[in-house]
């Protein structure tokens, strides 16, 4: 079973709606936070990370961050059908070398 | 932003082949990881390594060997492929200080 849990699976939201994206860790020597996105046909690029409990909001892009219950989420205000993309949360270990592990991810699609 | 290029890009072998997947970044970045891409399993971590010489060991590591022969070099070795290998592989590379990992363009690798 994934350490990295993703929900949901896909997502569809209509264009200008908002998109709301969720992780958890069930591995509780993680520390830091990632999220991916991933273009069809593409690498994975960095979209946001978080460290600290609280929010961090970059644009249009907000993530929330819960290190208690090891819980992250992307919201994606005034979606595009740029924004339309596999979007991965990534978590480093805080043990040993730092294995950085990602979840299976969730498929958005944004409709115009 | 860092310069991660994959080799070959596509790749068929036939079960029971030797196959090697090489991967170069022209950063000197300390961390070199590789992973597997399959859907529905999101990035599934295969080795990884901080430096010349040194081998971590992922998540899924079963019939995959690596060697890091130098900073810039990193290879993944599938010395009796089988279809169960069938998969995209992407390579990464981080800087020690800094936690952003920098993706190839993957090799897409099918074991008929």
């Known amino acids: 079973q994934q350490k990295v849990q993703q929900s949901p699976e896909s997502l569809i939201v209509p264009e200008g709606g908002m998109a709301s994206l969720n992780c958890t860790s069930s591995?509780?020597?993680?520390?830091y936070f990632w999220w991916y996105r991933q273009h069809s046909g593409k690498s994975p690029k960095m979209l946001m990370?978080?460290?600290?409990?609280g929010e961090k909001e970059e644009g249009r892009f907000t993530v929330h961050l819960n290190k208690a219950s090891l819980h992250t989420s992307l919201h994606i205000r005034d979606s595009q059908p740029s924004d339309s993309a596999l979007y991965l949360c990534a978590a480093r270990g805080n043990t040993g070398n730092y294995k950085y592990v990602f979840g299976a991810g969730t498929r958005l699609k944004v409709i115009a | 932003e860092a310069a991660v290029t994959q080799s070959p890009r596509n790749k068929v072998t036939v079960t029971g082949g030797n196959v090697t997947l090489s991967c170069r970044q022209t950063?000197?970045?300390?961390?070199m990881y590789w992973y597997r891409q399959d859907t529905g399993h999101g990035l599934r971590l295969i080795h990884y390594?901080?430096?010349?010489?040194?081998?971590q060991i992922g998540d899924v590591p079963d019939g995959y060997k690596a060697t890091r022969t130098t900073q810039e070099d990193f290879f993944l070795l599938l010395e009796l492929a089988s279809p169960s290998q069938t998969s995209l592989y992407f390579c990464?590379?981080?800087?020690?200080?800094?936690?952003?990992?920098?993706f190839g363009a993957g090799t897409r690798l099918s074991v008929l």
């Open positions: 990464a590379s981080r800087e020690f200080s800094q936690n952003t990992l920098y």
């Open positions: 950063n000197s970045h300390n961390y």
């Open positions: 990370s978080i460290f600290s409990n």
């Open positions: 390594s901080y430096g010349a010489g040194n081998l």
């Open positions: 591995d509780r020597n993680v520390d």
